[in-house]
């Protein structure tokens, strides 16, 4: 079966321009949350989507938000990009009491 | 909130090796599960085991719950074992995993 989806893998952007990435679950996961790496604070948790409902938020500025359609695939809006933006940005989906989270390959964002 | 640490961050081994990775954590957790990110960048799930002992190939993994740690042990290393291991564990429900900092492995042939 298909695993995480996330388009586009790279993105080059300049500073004060917006971004949105997408992430296709696998069929039949419902929840889908996000993930920023860089090399100084590690991987941290952005938010998590349920059936089209912000369910947790992580400890980032408004600038970044996210939403979920009806078929569960997700996208994230970086507004007012900052050079601290450029991070490989991950995507993760499950099931209901399923087995574990699945990620997606990445997008890496580059802000110049 | 919840603490995740792993040992060690760095670790080199010859091929044909064998290595054990370490987890603890601070609280009780719902969830637990080992990555390995590749070169590329992709979390490969290594093992979900919120508690017990799996084995998969040359990789196993031990959690123990009550004492707030888990295991990683690789047995006879190969170069394509090298990379990035996280561990992450679910805290409370919401989809939010919290990562340790990783062990860096290098395999030398």
């Known amino acids: 079966k298909a695993g995480v989806t996330q388009t586009p893998r790279y993105l080059i952007k300049t500073r004060g321009q917006q971004v949105t990435l997408s992430c296709s679950p696998i069929?039949?996961?419902?929840?889908v949350s996000w993930y920023q790496q860089t090399p100084g604070q590690g991987l941290q948790f952005l938010f998590e989507?349920?059936?089209?409902?912000?369910?947790n938020k992580g400890n980032f500025p408004g600038r970044f938000s996210g939403r979920q359609f009806s078929n569960s695939r997700s996208e994230m809006n970086v507004s007012t990009l900052e050079l601290g933006d450029s991070a490989l940005y991950l995507c993760?989906?499950?099931?209901?009491?399923?087995?574990?989270?699945?990620f997606g390959s990445g997008t890496r964002l580059t802000v110049v | 909130g919840i603490q995740v640490e792993q040992s060690p961050p760095d670790l080199i081994l010859q091929e044909g090796a064998n290595s054990t990775l370490r987890c603890n954590f601070s609280?009780?957790?719902?969830?637990l599960q080992w990555f390995h990110q590749n070169p590329w960048g992709q979390l490969i799930n290594l093992f979900y085991?919120?508690?017990g002992t799996k084995q998969n190939g040359r990789l196993s993994a031990t959690t123990v719950a009550t004492e707030r740690y888990s295991l990683l042990y690789i047995s006879s290393s190969q170069t394509t074992d090298s990379g990035v291991y996280f561990c992450?564990?679910?805290?409370?429900?919401?989809?939010?995993?919290?990562f340790g900092q990783g062990t860096e492995l290098s395999v030398k042939p």
């Open positions: 993760a989906s499950s099931r209901p009491r399923g087995d574990g989270y699945t």
């Open positions: 069929s039949g996961h419902r929840s």
């Open positions: 989507y349920f059936s089209e409902t912000q369910r």
């Open positions: 609280d009780s957790v719902n969830n």
């Open positions: 085991i919120p508690s």
């Open positions: 992450a564990v679910l805290y409370n429900q919401g989809g939010k995993l919290i």
